[in-house]
């Protein structure tokens, strides 16, 4: 009954290291989502995978790149990591698009030196 | 800009009153709209989703929507202190399937 797992949960990097979240559902949902979530804030979405083999940018993509590893699995990576990417992301899932309900992982804590 | 605004809060409720959260929203195309709470660092979860206009009750929570005005609300009845979280509401655009619109939350405090 794990639902959204999301690894890892905290996360400390220095500007300019690299590094891929994980994110694994078990519900057989075809949709993926990552959000980035800051003080004040809204939730964002960066990228999306509306089901197996697709994906596309959100509100704020830039300085991400993500992939649909098969139906269960969607990662995210920085390439190059900056402050401004200092956030808790959150991966979420819904069986089709977002009118049906958003499940979401316990997010990553994320923080860019 | 689509938006979607809230009142920051805090919102502080006594116990046993009731809480009512407001939401207004930009796009006159939105159709779907969605509750979430958020326990402070904890992740959002669903609790109510309205899709036409007039109220929607499930338990304590009603939603209620009008379209005309553009605007969303959230009455909590017989508020508890386990209610005191953050409430988010996020609406769907007519343009797309896969994107909601999201506020940044009202801080509601229930206080026993």
């Known amino acids: 009954n794990a639902g959204v797992t999301q690894t890892p949960k905290f996360q400390v990097l220095k500007t300019g290291q690299s590094m891929t979240l994980q994110c694994a559902q078990d519900?057989?949902?075809?949709?993926m989502y990552w959000y980035r979530q800051d003080p004040g804030m809204g939730l964002r979405l960066i990228y999306y995978s509306a089901s197996e083999g697709t994906t596309d940018k959100g509100e704020v993509p830039n300085g991400y790149n993500v992939s649909r590893l098969n139906k269960r699995e969607f990662s995210l990576r920085l390439e190059s990591a900056a402050p401004s990417q200092t956030s808790v992301y959150f991966c979420a899932s819904s069986l089709q698009g977002v009118a049906q309900p958003q499940h979401f992982g316990d997010g990553t804590r994320l923080s860019i030196l | 800009q689509k938006e979607v605004e809230q009142n920051s809060g805090p919102l502080s409720v006594p116990e046993g009153a009731i809480a009512s959260l407001n939401c207004t929203y930009s796009d006159r195309g939105s159709q779907s709209f969605f509750w979430y709470r958020q326990y402070s660092g904890k992740s959002p979860e669903l609790i109510m989703s309205i899709y036409s206009n007039g109220d929607k009750e499930d338990g304590r929570f009603t939603a209620q929507l009008n379209k005309a005005s553009q605007y969303v609300s959230l009455l909590i009845r017989d508020s508890q202190p386990s209610d005191s979280a953050t409430y988010l509401c996020a609406g769907k655009g007519e343009d797309s399937n896969y994107q909601l619109i999201w506020g940044a939350g009202t801080k509601l405090i229930i206080k026993p």
């Open positions: 519900m057989n949902h075809n949709s």
